[in-house]
């Protein structure tokens, strides 16, 4: 066999390996990292963080930081139903009918509003259709203490401090039995509690 073929079928190889080894992380990982662009750019980071005030050059007390506004706030039912809602630009506007007006954003919001319709918000952390999942089912569980358990940043990660909100986490089968087996959490590992 000659050098050029030898060389040809290690990069074949190489190839193919590197092919499985990616197919094999997507389907470990499928949505992990996924950041889809937005129809307006909110920045969670702003409206989500704590307020950082600082001492501006004049003098005055200047906001650096976010406006501490709770997911629940926007992302309405986690806790009563099984989804929990996109952000109506009804939401949006109990705030900026008198905030941001100058901002490219919030002029964009403000077309939506005059037309009447809904922001075409695209889904983050969209599970397949086989897995069922219930947000109030894990949202109201709590320990011996009365305290919750879980928080909206154990799934989604710490969103109040991105710019854009991306899948922070794997969201896949194992992560999820990862966390319903740890002892603390006492839930059922059996498959039709997700696959019914």
Known sequence: MKKTQKILIGVVLLTILLGIGAGASALLSPREGY???QPIFFQH????????????EDGK??????????CIYCHTMPYKGRHSTLPSTDIC????????????WV?????????????????VHDLPDFAYYDHSAHLNVVDENGKLKLD??????EVENTEMVSVQNRFNMGWCLDCHRKPDMNASIDCYICHR
């Open 61 to 70: 007390e200047v906001n650096m930081g976010g406006y501490d506004i709770p």
């Open 107 to 123: 002029l964009k919001l403000l077309e939506y509003w005059d037309a009447g319709k809904p922001i075409q918000w695209v889904k």
């Open 93 to 104: 506007m109990n705030c900026h009918s008198t905030v941001g007006q100058d901002k490219e």
């Open 35 to 37: 950041m889809p662009y």
């Open 152 to 157: 909206c940043v154990d799934c989604h990660g």
């Open 45 to 56: 980071k702003k409206m989500a963080a704590k307020p950082n005030w600082v001492t501006g």
